[in-house]
């Protein structure tokens, strides 16, 4: 059963730094790419950053220069390390994989709350 479980969220100031981790429960070659959203409350689904099989990566214009995400594909896991974090950056962050094998289909984790208050 393929499970993506996000860890590391939590409550910071403004300014602070937190790193999201994504533990896929197979290896993480089977996604192209994975990603990481955030749904800030009344919001939508939003993509975050995403990072290829190659290792390219795409950002949204609103953390471009502050995050960064990457993988470790001996632990089967991504990253999104969170610099200088603002309050509009409070939301719910969760990580999809896009199977490349196969019937092509999307793996969600549960999502993990990142508060940064002001």
């Known amino acids: 059963q393929v499970q993506l479980v996000e860890s590391g969220g939590g409550l910071v100031q403004a300014g602070g730094s937190l790193r999201l981790s994504c533990a896929a429960s197979?290896?993480?070659?089977?996604?192209?790419?994975m990603a990481w959203h955030r749904q800030a409350p009344g919001k939508s689904r939003d993509l975050v950053a995403e990072?290829?099989?190659?290792?390219?990566?795409n950002y949204a214009d609103s953390v471009k220069g502050r995050f960064t995400i990457s993988r470790d594909n001996a632990k089967n896991t991504v990253y999104l390390q969170m610099n200088s974090l603002k309050p509009e950056d409070t939301a719910v962050y969760t990580c999809?994989?896009?199977?490349?094998?196969?019937?092509?289909?999307?793996?969600w984790g549960q999502g993990t709350q990142v508060t940064v208050s002001s």
């Open positions: 197979v290896s993480i070659f089977s996604f192209n790419p």
């Open positions: 999809k994989g896009l199977t490349r094998v196969g019937l092509k289909r999307d793996y």
């Open positions: 990072i290829t099989i190659d290792g390219s990566t």
